[in-house]
Nanobody, 128 residues
Framework: QVQLVESGGGTVQAGGSLRLSCLAS????????MAWFRQVTGKDREGVAA??????????HYIYSVKGRFTISQDNAGNTMILKMNNLKPEDTAVYYC???????????????????WGQGTQVTVSN
């Protein structure tokens, strides 16, 4: 069983930045895919960014609304995944979750059903 713990959420004004961290109980090199999801009350949880290291190469995936503003990274020497969020907008307000899976067959790295391990979430609030 892998435990994931998020940190770094908070409240920021529009245009500001935040850095989310996900601490895993295992080396991230053991996790083939890791991702950040977000959820607003009453809406589905959506994949925001994912990092896919299957097959020895690294691929990055972002939803359109955060491309150019968010950057996902992973420390393969350790056990941390980062989401750097710049130029934040009020519509980015949500609870952000870290997710991970060690499986090799992943059809869509931004799909919720691909992930076995989840953190408890951290709140991000962007004010006008």
């Amino acid at each position: 069983q892998v435990q994931l713990v998020e940190s770094g959420g908070g409240t920021v004004q529009a245009g500001g930045s935040l850095r989310l961290s996900c601490l895993a109980s295992t080396n991230t090199a053991n996790l083939n895919v890791m991702a950040w999801f977000r959820q607003v009350t009453g809406k589905d949880r959506e994949g925001v960014a994912a990092i896919d290291t299957r097959g020895g190469s690294t691929a990055y995936h972002y939803i359109y609304s955060v491309k150019g503003r968010f950057t996902i990274s992973q420390d393969n020497a350790g056990n941390t995944m980062i989401l750097k969020m710049n130029n934040l907008k009020p519509e980015d307000t949500a609870v952000y979750y870290c997710a991970a899976d060690s499986g090799f067959y992943v059809a869509d790295p931004l799909a919720r059903q691909e992930y076995k391990y989840w953190g408890q979430g951290t709140q991000v609030t962007v004010s006008n």
